[in-house]
């Protein structure tokens, strides 16, 4: 399988006023650190083939070496000690693996993640190692290239002081010509670094990087004037680089996120010509464990959806659900428009009228996709100190975007990514592919920092740790009924928003003094298919409960949910237990956890059998409102086939608000039963 990064624009100097330069960083040149504390690593005990992603396992038949990313389990630790147990992990395992010497080997500092060139064979001997989550290849990614300011009402934003002031964007490209007037070294672009080993600094030499960061935030045409700038050059001159190159370049942004002036926005104007009409996440661990913790930490990664034409999917890394995935549409009537090849319009394509919010016939567009935003024709700073008059493709769109989230995040600096997303995709211009039949709002910078400050929130709130419509395994279908009781003597509003990875959908009702209602198929009346948290509001005192049941033609085998507020849910420190657990032919275990509170949270959950023997532990990340659950922990994750009985113990590392549950499935029936967490 062929995997490249595509330009999405067609594009050195030396300065006497450079940025900072961000210190270069390999745990494994160092010594290995020595541990005193009783560390735990989780294993990982899928077979070695499993651990393999597909596109490197169809590679494993040939004789040459391959440069490879491993990444090891995650541990579940912060601060200082989590890099120190990175950098322990990361020398144990190469010292075991014989991995001394090996072509390329390099460790990230912050991620448990190891760059080498192996050959086959050994590839798959090191993907026996318990601590290996996943291997994959150091693929090649390349830069999507192929006016809006007004059209997202971003104008109407800056007049209200949204302006970017504070806000560093990082921007994960061919550098920035810091010499240009629009984006000069010091307050504007503030640090920089060479991942690629061409320069040894962040300094343009294509362009593609540098018309980025003009949209995002150029001195006098940038959608947020006041942002400062992370040049971070992970393409070379041919606006090419390697996966190892990004993932170098994401560990820096996270440990030197408070340094510089701060880093608060991701932008990636890069991607693969591979599609993919889901989330990705399996495919490539790495870069799913990076920007997972990029969002921990309430930096949001926004990425081109990509310029290969194709209505079934969207490139990498833009398919990682942790991105948020941007296509692309025009800003105006440009006249007619003729684009280059893609992977899906392989003798290129043509508009031949164009007009605002028309989609690009360039733009990747599918059900993984986000949002759209403006393209053609972005006129953006160059080499030199000139201008590109027609810079375009979702090259264009992702600035714009993360130059919309730089204004939106200085006037509400607490805006976690999923809550920005949410936003983003909720407001907007509603706009319809008609290749594909999707729907997908162009964003609109005004709207949506109104969605996140306006109306005020009721008195009383709960939440259910999932509410669902969607098909299970063995063909079950599960969906979920909700019932409110009024304790109060005059009516009652509610408010019912269920929170999904594609966005917020909100219901309201009103229930009458003293009374009760009962809401079937709750998610189905919302108009969607799919789990996800529900938070009910209101302004009255009032019971909330929930009934989520596998309906068969035989009837309904249901299990009973309970509403929690966040103040009851776990907080930092706080350990609770699930018990009754069963993984054997008869029944199934499943575990799931909701994150009601405000900030992001990480669990360790902790396997245990009958006799109290620890099996295995894995962690669980969760954002703001994010609700996670894992299917057959016990079997996937501890090799449990024939277990009887067990518990699991769940720590919470940080963040509080956290509820949960254990689902205990018969495998005749499809009958559920609850498993509550208890303190």
Not at 120 to 127: G, L, N, Q, S, V
Not at 135 to 153: H, M, V
Not at 377 to 392: H, I, K, V
Not at 574 to 587: D, P, R, V, W
Request: charged share 20%; hydrophobic share 35%.
């Amino acid at each position: 399988m062929k995997h490249f990064f595509v330009f999405f624009i067609f594009f050195s100097y030396f300065s006497l006023c450079e940025p900072l330069k961000i210190p270069k960083q390999n745990p494994l040149n160092l010594p290995c650190p020595k541990i005193s504390l009783d560390i735990q690593i989780p294993e990982n005990f899928r077979s070695a083939e499993e651990k393999i992603v597909p596109p490197l396992l169809m590679k494993l038949n040939q004789m040459e070496p391959i440069k490879v990313i491993i990444t090891l389990v995650d541990p579940p630790y912060e601060g200082t000690l989590r890099k120190e147990v990175i950098a322990y992990m990361e020398h144990k395992f190469v010292e075991r693996n014989g991995l001394y010497g090996a072509e390329n080997l390099k460790g990230l500092s912050s991620f448990p993640i190891i760059f080498a060139k192996l050959s086959p064979e050994k590839i798959r001997e090191i993907a026996k190692d318990p601590w290996v989550l996943g291997i994959e290849e150091d693929i090649k990614l390349k830069a999507t290239r192929n006016e809006g300011g007004a059209l997202t009402q971003s104008d109407k934003l800056r007049e209200q002081g949204g302006r970017g002031k504070g806000i560093g964007v990082a921007v994960l490209d061919t550098g920035i010509n810091y010499n240009h007037p629009e984006l000069p070294a010091g307050d504007k672009v503030k640090v920089e670094g060479d991942y690629t080993g061409t320069t040894g600094n962040g300094l343009d030499d294509n362009g593609h990087g540098t018309a980025s960061a003009g949209i995002i935030a150029g001195l006098s045409g940038g959608m947020a004037p006041e942002a400062h700038l992370w040049a971070l050059k992970v393409l070379d001159s041919e606006g090419s680089g390697d996966l190892s190159y990004s993932l170098q370049a994401l560990n820096d942004v996270y440990d030197f996120r408070e340094d510089y002036g701060g880093v608060h926005i991701v932008n990636m104007s890069l991607g693969t010509t591979d599609i993919y009409d889901s989330n990705c996440d399996s495919i490539y661990p790495a870069m799913t464990t990076v920007m997972q913790k990029l969002n921990s930490v309430n930096i949001p990664i926004i990425i081109a959806s990509g310029n290969e034409g194709c209505s079934n999917g969207v490139g990498f890394p833009s398919c990682i659900s942790y991105a948020l995935s941007v296509g692309a549409v025009y800003d105006a009537n440009i006249g007619g428009a003729s684009f280059g090849e893609g992977k899906c319009t392989p003798n290129g394509c043509t508009d031949s009228t164009t007009s605002a919010d028309k989609i690009a016939c360039y733009s990747n567009s599918g059900n993984r996709l986000d949002v759209f935003a403006p393209s053609h024709c972005a006129r953006t700073p160059t080499l030199g100190t000139g201008y590109e008059d027609c810079f375009g493709g979702t090259s264009a769109a992702a600035p714009y975007t993360s130059g919309v989230a730089a204004q939106i995040i200085s006037l509400r600096t607490q805006t976690t990514p999923s809550e920005l997303k949410n936003a983003l995709k909720s407001t907007g211009k509603p706009i319809t592919d008609s290749r594909n039949g999707v729907t997908r709002k162009r964003i609109d910078a005004l709207e949506a920092y109104q969605y996140l400050t306006g109306g005020t929130t009721p008195t009383y709130s709960q939440w259910l740790a999932v509410a669902t419509h969607a098909e299970g395994s063995g063909g079950s279908q599960w969906r979920t009924d909700v019932g409110v009781v009024n304790r109060e003597n005059s009516p009652a509003n509610f408010e019912f928003y269920l929170y999904t990875s594609s966005g917020i959908l909100k219901g309201t009702a009103s229930v009458s003094a003293n009374g009760s209602a009962i809401y079937p198929d709750i998610v189905n009346q919302l108009k969607y298919t799919g789990s996800g948290s529900m938070e009910v509001r209101s302004d009255k005192n009032f019971v909330l409960t929930s009934r989520t049941f596998n309906q068969t033609s035989n009837g309904t085998f249901g299990q009973f949910l309970d509403g929690y507020t966040t103040a009851q849910g776990l907080k930092s420190g706080e350990e609770a237990y699930l018990g009754q657990l069963t993984e054997n032919s008869s029944f199934r275990t499943n575990i799931a956890f909701t994150n009601t509170g405000t900030t992001s949270a990480d669990l360790t959950v902790y396997l245990y059998n009958s006799s109290g023997t620890l099996l295995t532990s894995y962690n669980v990340s969760l954002i703001p409102r994010e609700y996670k659950q894992e299917l057959q922990p016990f079997k996937n994750k501890a090799g449990q086939t024939n277990m009887a009985s067990g518990y699991a113990k769940v720590k919470v590392n940080y963040g509080s608000g956290i509820i949960g549950y254990a689902s205990v499935v018969d495998n005749k029936t499809g009958d559920g039963t609850t498993i509550p967490l208890k303190k």
